[in-house]
């Protein structure tokens, strides 16, 4: 039987991620007007590239953010 990768993360939270990148780059717009589906592969690599790269500082400010607010 094949192992099923298991998310560490909710898809929400992976697509609140998405946004935020798509705003730091500028794409914000063009995503919420054709959808991730419809864009060129060239702008989703760059935002697939800034999320790997860019993960770990998000999940911290966000866990040191639900720390503050405990």
Known sequence: MPSRR???LPKEVL???KEEIAQ???IADKVKQV?????PSRECGRVGGKIGGNMVKVLIRNAQKS????
């Open 15 to 17: 697509n609140q991620f």
């Open 6 to 8: 298991q998310t560490l």
């Open 67 to 70: 720390l503050m607010q405990e």
């Open 35 to 39: 959808g991730w589906a419809e864009m």
């Open 24 to 26: 730091e780059l500028g």
